[in-house]
């Protein structure tokens, strides 16, 4: 391979354009050969360059005093207070998955561990934020099964909880499933770990597995649409191997425990070519590698296939010279393989050889800095407007039932239970509540961690719906009572060649800041996968928001579930009854229109700060953020969690009450509070100018725990539980 | 009382069972590697952890049954001394023919965590003395091969000889278990399996302390 000529048509499979190729030319001074102009195309690949929204994400805030390294690193870091960090970071491996589901949502998983630990940190939480096609499509079920068998396969073996997340179905996803997998982990603030390879003539270490020929080109296909011969790309698609990232893991942090280390970075797109070009970039050096010492798992591996090769499980680690025997030592004792390949050089050139040839020689900033930045052309579409029209005669509770048994709205237990969430004994709050919490290990701390996106909100308005989704992760760690510290995200869109897509990316990266900004709540790291389009159909945006959270004391953590019979019920936050874009209005209208629920940063910050204060102090225990489905939904779910049902009451008596229970106005909680504590809590919060309702009582006077009052027929919690739980069991054993 | 709690290369129980260990027992337990060649002498407990020892690839436990520490381990289960294998290491000890029966994929071939029922059949022995005879405990599972089969034989005599220690809940069987055995003692009554994690439930903060008599009932068996 190494001997073919680069002809205008390789030029074009490696998804570069002629000015691209003509600006490489002349960087180089020259033709590039068949190796350089691989590793060209994928440090230019959109997935690596960030080509199309570079100068979009600028924009976005993401400093702020407790932020110790925003995005740029394998990772953001948080200072959380006694000498710990939070080391955290979100990725999308969607194209990966639709093609071969189980390894593709397994490597994304693995990935993203090793961005965390190759900073120092242990990870300790994995959330997964997923997106399928219709229920109804023929695939559907079978990339349900095998992405939710390939996170925790590689997870469960990693022994890292996993612990939240969300799963949902849509038909814009039937050509292109959304697997978002974000790991938080745990590291001191005095041993961080950085990429920048500093200083020349320090060893270059290969960690980990060998390199053989799997995932080749895997940056370059996340970086194109998909047609109908994409399943001729499941070659591209890299294998996992959980055992040998849980030796690495280990391994790394025996090592990261001596000084031995200057650099270090993960091997994960575009495998050696990346990280050595990035480490080398960042530490304003140049590198020398020799491919002959890399440990290869296939015969006759070509200089181009091994810089391409996206082979799972391996580390680039530069040493302090003198330093490598001790390494050695640490991963040998782990049965890894451990190989100096190469030298830090003082040429800002990235010199690759093989066989005793140089096969390859670039400057490095050719690879980084010289890689294009578009400012692709846009269009604003007007956001989606109006109330939708409902028939006003429909039953309440029936609707609500009905809800509850839908795919998005059903209970998610079916894929939680596959993944091992209780592990490392420190999962506090575990899948089902609004936010997972881990304790740090040997205190009272806690992280919160929460991802959230309505794809169907930023559909009709991304700007506010992105920043809807920020309110919501910062609503969810809220009412747990932590206080949200920062954001990592991966946003989904489709292809921002269309001046369309890319008006939604430009104005959800606007609605983002706007958000993040307004909540304190700065972005620190994430991904973008473009391109998620198949015969021209393009995803609904899903910019996904991963939001983490800093909870003081454990011992003083809200859950979602009722406790206790006859307490208050009090809703915080003004329900309006905004029906456009709900899940009523789909779910039981059979109609996905009209605007999304505004949402007033403002209000949501005084809302949820009142709910945290309420916590903090311990005055209130049980607390549900109102979000996809109403206020009805909610305190469904709260009575579900607890099995005790509610007598609602209201001093008012609206002309309807669907769009009371099921309309999606933002920035609300319900609260449940013993009855003697309401009145306060409602003053209080007259006091701050928060708007707080009382809405009846947990528990009733029947036999068996119920929902009902305000005229309503009652409803039986074993009911709405028997709707609640069987969807997507029964459709997964291949009924509904 | 003293413990040693073996660690293989890709466990990742160890941590937790050591927590657990030194929060009831007041002493920290010796962090022993698969590759040693023996546990240190004046151990009275040793624990096989959870986790997937060599990755789980042939069959669970089946290469670490091989491990350099692991003769040790037979050694010193066949003198008496106290061996506790918790999921992973409950299937390191069928492996290694410390307990019979072998730990098959759940029947309906997927990873399960959980809670779960359990009764406790048997407190005639140093591990779970401290529970009431037919009390019912809650342990989270979580596996993805812990469906306990033996012949009928095995069964009957491990069932008369007042062994299977801990039985799934009616109903709560998660994985297929042969007569929803969770746990089983060897005949010396020093070596006892499980699949359920105990470690996990000793911290009211993690959904419970159920956990915590086992590890009660070992310091006063030792004390």
Known sequence: ?736 | MKSAVVVFPASNCDRDAAVALEQITGNRPAMVWHGDAEIPGDVDLIVLPGGFSYGDYLRCGAMARFSRVMQDVIAKAGEGRLVLGICNGFQVLTEAGLLPGALMRNANLKFVCRPVGLTVEETQNVFTRRYDAGQLVHFPVAHGEGNYVADGETLDRLEGEGRVVFRYAPGDNPNGSMRDIAGIINEKRNVLGLMPHPERVCDPLLGGTDGRAMFESLVEALS
């Not at chain 1, 990935?111 to 990870?123: E, H, K, N, Q």
Request: with cysteine.
């Open chain 1, 1 to 736: 391979m190494h001997a073919q000529t680069v002809t205008s048509e390789v030029v074009r499979e490696h998804g570069l354009s002629e000015e691209e190729y003509a600006k490489i030319k002349s960087l180089l001074g020259r033709e590039p050969n068949i190796v350089e102009l691989g590793v060209f195309s994928v440090m230019w690949s959109e997935h690596c360059s960030y080509k199309s929204t570079r100068a979009h994400l600028k924009k976005l805030p993401t400093k702020a005093p407790w932020v110790i390294q925003g995005p740029g690193e394998n990772a953001g870091i948080i200072d959380i207070g006694d000498g710990d960090v939070c080391v955290f970071k979100m990725e999308s491996h969607n194209h990966p998955s639709f093609i071969e589901p189980y390894q593709g949502a397994a490597t994304g998983v693995g990935g993203i561990m090793r961005d965390v630990f190759t900073m120092g940190a242990r990870p300790i939480a994995m959330l997964d934020s997923l997106r399928f096609g219709e229920p109804e499509n023929a695939k559907t079920r079978h990339l349900v099964s095998g992405v939710v068998a390939g996170i925790g396969g590689y997870g469960n073996c990693m022994g890292v909880p996993t612990v939240g997340g969300e799963v949902s179905f849509h038909r814009s996803y039937n050509g292109n499933i959304l697997v978002n997998a974000m790991c938080v982990g745990l590291a001191k603030k005095d041993k961080i770990f950085y990429s920048a390879a500093k200083g020349a003539g320090n060893p270059v270490v290969y960690v980990g597995s060998k390199t053989g020929r799997d995932g080749i080109h895997g940056a370059t296909m996340a970086s194109a649409e998909f047609n109908e011969d994409s399943e001729e790309k499941r070659p591209t698609v890299q294998v996992g191997d959980p055992f040998t990232e849980k030796l690495l893991l280990e391994a790394c942090l025996e090592l990261m425990a001596t000084d031995a280390i200057i650099a270090i970075q993960d091997m994960g797109a575009a495998g050696l070519t990346s990280s050595s070009s990035e480490m080398a970039d960042k530490g304003g050096a140049g590198v020398e590698i020799d491919l002959d010492k890399v440990p290869q798992r296939e015969t006759n591996l070509t200089a181009y296939e091994m810089m391409l090769s996206e082979s799972q499980e391996r580390m680039l680690a530069v040493l302090k010279p003198g330093r490598e025997a001790e390494a050695e030592r640490i991963f040998r004792k782990w049965e890894l393989d451990f190989s100096v390949i190469g030298r830090t050089t003082d040429t800002h050139r990235l010199i690759v050889r093989h066989k005793g040839e140089i096969v390859a020689d670039m400057p490095v900033k050719a690879l980084s800095d010289e890689a294009p930045v578009y400012e692709r052309p846009f269009v604003r579409r007007a956001p989606l407007a109006g109330e939708p029209a409902f028939d006003r005669s429909r039953l309440v509770m029936d609707s609500l039932v009905a809800i509850m048994g839908t795919p998005d709205m059903c209970s998610k237990r079916w894929v939680w239970e596959q993944y091992d969430y209780t592990v490392m004994a420190d999962s506090v709050q575990r899948p089902g509540g609004d936010a997972a919490v881990v304790r740090v290990h040997g205190t009272q701390k806690g992280l919160a961690c929460a991802t959230d996106v309505s794809p169907r909100y930023c559909r009709a308005d991304p700007f506010e719906g992105a920043k809807q989704a920020v309110a919501e992760a910062w609503r969810n760690i809220t009412a747990v009572g932590a206080t949200p510290m920062a954001v990592t995200d991966c946003l989904n869109f489709s292809n921002p060649e269309k001046p369309d897509a890319m008006g939604e990316i430009v104005a959800a990266v606007e609605g983002m800041g706007e958000a993040c900004r307004a909540l304190s709540f700065p972005i620190v790291s994430g991904n973008c996968s473009l391109y998620n389009e198949t015969q021209g159909e393009g995803i609904w945006p899903a910019p996904c928001i991963g939001g983490v959270g800093l909870l003081k004391d454990v011992g003083r953590m809200a859950t979602l579930a009722f406790k206790r019979e006859g307490d208050a019920i009090i809703v915080i936050g003004e329900t309006k009854g905004h029906l456009g874009q709900s899940v009523y209005i789909r779910e039981v209208e059979g109609r996905e229109e009209g605007a999304c629920p505004p949402v007033d940063l403002a209000i949501e910050k005084k809302n949820g700060d009142f709910v945290r204060t309420l916590i903090e102090a311990g005055r209130v225990d049980t607390v549900h953020d109102v979000a996809d489905g109403g206020l009805l939904v909610a305190i469904a779910e709260m009575a579900l969690a607890g099995n005790i049902g509610a007598t609602l009451r209201v001093n008012y008596e609206p002309e309807c009450f669907i769009p009371v229970f099921f309309g999606e106005d933002q920035a609300r909680y319900v609260l449940a509070v013993p009855e003697e504590a309401a009145d306060a809590v409602i003053a209080e919060a007259r006091q701050a100018d928060v708007t707080a309702h009382h809405l009846g009582y947990t528990g009733g006077a029947r036999d068996e725990p119920v929902l009902e009052g305000v005229g309503l027929a009652p409803v039986t919690l074993a009911s709405l539980r028997a709707a609640h739980e069987s969807w997507l069991p029964t459709y997964m054993a291949g009924g509904n």
